[in-house]
């Protein structure tokens, strides 16, 4: 499969009016960050070197996921990769596409945002500010936390970190 270089304009719409919210602008390490595919030491380092700063995007992230928009985005995405695989299989009859629009969506949108709000708490880890790790901590106490990020958060709250 290849990638399209037609712009998709739903998408075009909301990466628009994303960038058109009353919201700060994030800095390059954490959008770096939250959507690197083999993320690096080197990322994560840039994010540390943050500090404090970067605590309240990532609090936020660890405590509630990605935002409404973002998400949209997201479903905008995966809308349209969906809708890829089905001309595929439109072409290749031997390859069918498994399951409805909504079920690929509801299935890869929750993976997204349970790895958003996992590098919130590896960042915030690496941070290591007493601020950073109130953040886990508030965060371990919710109690709703899939397994996997209530373990990710309880590995950094143990991890000895170097200033």
């Given at each position: 499969?290849?990638a399209?270089s037609?712009?998709?304009?739903?998408?075009l719409?909301?990466?628009?009016?994303?960038?058109?919210?009353?919201t700060?602008v994030?800095?390059?390490?954490?959008?770096t960050?939250?959507?690197?595919?083999?993320?690096?030491?080197?990322?994560?380092?840039?994010?540390?070197?943050?500090?404090d700063?970067?605590v309240?995007?990532f609090?936020?992230?660890?405590?509630r996921?990605?935002?409404?928009?973002?998400?949209?985005?997201?479903?905008?995405?995966?809308?349209?990769?969906?809708?890829?695989?089905k001309d595929?299989e439109?072409?290749?009859?031997?390859?069918a596409?498994q399951g409805?629009?909504?079920?690929?969506?509801?299935?890869?949108?929750?993976?997204?945002v349970?790895r958003?709000?996992l590098?919130?708490a590896k960042?915030?880890?690496?941070?290591?500010?007493?601020?950073?790790?109130?953040?886990?901590?508030?965060?371990?106490?919710?109690?709703?936390?899939?397994e996997?990020?209530r373990?990710?958060?309880?590995?950094?709250?143990?991890?000895?970190?170097?200033?």
């Amino acid at each position: 499969m290849y990638a399209s270089s037609r712009l998709n304009p739903p998408l075009l719409v909301l990466a628009v009016l994303a960038g058109c919210s009353q919201t700060p602008v994030q800095p390059a390490a954490i959008v770096t960050w939250l959507d690197c595919v083999e993320c690096t030491a080197a990322q994560l380092d840039a994010v540390k070197a943050l500090g404090d700063r970067a605590v309240p995007e990532f609090r936020g992230l660890l405590l509630r996921g990605p935002s409404d928009t973002r998400l949209e985005i997201e479903r905008q995405r995966l809308r349209a990769a969906y809708q890829a695989l089905k001309d595929y299989e439109r072409r290749h009859p031997q390859n069918a596409v498994q399951g409805t629009e909504q079920q690929y969506i509801d299935r890869y949108l929750g993976q997204f945002v349970l790895r958003y709000r996992l590098r919130a708490a590896k960042a915030l880890g690496a941070i290591a500010t007493p601020s950073a790790r109130v953040a886990l901590q508030d965060a371990q106490k919710l109690t709703n936390l899939p397994e996997r990020l209530r373990t990710e958060i309880a590995i950094e709250l143990a991890a000895p970190r170097s200033p």
